[in-house]
């Protein structure tokens, strides 16, 4: 008796492990790509495997057709940057040989706002292709253990003019931690910084701006102070998501990417962005990075 029962044990775990054999191999077929309906059916096996079977098809055919629709966004984000590119640089050339002429006063304020308005959908089309590249893992960062001195030293040499146009002093401030390295993609964090900067002048008025670098065991931060309008905390909790414009800076250009365009790229590389202001005394904007 006690044989009897052993033997129906051991008949089970061998059909128990020829199950479970069995799924692996569809696992791995699956994952190789292969079709697993056409190799077993119900006659074969068992309904629960033939239900494991089409749960692992449905999810490589679900794999495969992300494939072809990323495939599709990548042509599609190709073909919007290449087919507006020539348009709006004709454009602005254009308004500026228009500025050029000898015209009414009204007519030149036409050109001028023609100018400014191609400048701003320019901008626009550059960074929705930028963050539909990010958000769809077409894009993919290159990062490296590098220091952040140069990489600060071209974004200063890059905006000085413009912060010189407005009476501001853009300073890259000299101090421990300056000469740290951090894990980061250089063109693409440059983008992040320049964008802070940018938006640091657009919204002082008068004062400076400056840019410092801390180091810290995990982290290397970098801070871009200035000494501008500032944001309530209310708008705090909001200037980060895509499109969010605050009715105090309506008069001012923009389109709602920028800050939300700095996330993604910070987001992507390991690292976060956070902001401390107050209305009327400036902001500073602190840019985490990984050290390693």
Not at 16 to 43: C, H, N, P, Q, W
Not at 58 to 71: G, L, P
Not at 196 to 209: E, F, P
Request: proline share 2%.
């Amino acid at each position: 008796m006690v044989c009897g029962a052993g033997f129906v044990l051991w008949i089970g775990f061998r059909r128990i492990r020829k199950t479970f054999d069995t799924l692996e191999d569809m696992a791995d077929r699956a994952g190789a790509g292969e079709d697993i309906l056409e190799v077993y059916d119900e006659s074969r096996l068992s309904a629960l495997e033939t239900k494991y079977a089409h749960l692992l098809s449905a999810s490589a055919i679900s794999a495969r057709n992300v494939e072809a629709e990323k495939d599709k966004i990548k042509t599609l984000i190709s073909d919007i940057s290449h087919q507006t590119k020539t348009p709006i640089a004709n454009l602005l050339l254009y308004s500026e040989l228009l500025a050029e002429e000898e015209l009414p006063a009204s007519a030149r304020e036409n050109a001028a706002a023609i100018q400014k308005q191609t400048e701003k959908l320019r901008f626009l089309i550059d960074a929705l292709v930028k963050l539909s590249r990010l958000e769809n893992g077409i894009l993919q960062l290159c990062l490296k253990q590098e220091p952040v001195q140069p990489m600060l030293q071209e974004i200063c040499a890059s905006y000085r003019k413009k912060a010189m146009a407005k009476g501001l002093l853009l300073i890259l401030e000299e101090k421990a931690g300056t000469g740290a390295t951090a894990l980061f993609d250089p063109k693409w964090t440059a983008e992040a910084i320049g964008n802070l900067v940018d938006n640091a002048i657009k919204y002082t008025d008068r004062g400076s701006v400056a840019i410092s670098v801390s180091a810290y065991e995990m982290f290397l931060r970098i801070d871009v102070k200035d000494s501008g309008i500032g944001i309530s905390e209310e708008d705090q909790a909001k200037i980060f998501a895509r499109f969010y414009r605050s009715q105090t800076v309506q008069d001012e250009e923009g389109v709602g990417v920028g800050l939300y365009l700095v996330r993604e790229i910070l987001s992507a590389e390991g690292g976060y962005i956070k902001v401390k202001s107050k209305p009327g005394e400036g902001s500073i904007f602190s840019v985490f990075l990984p050290r390693e």
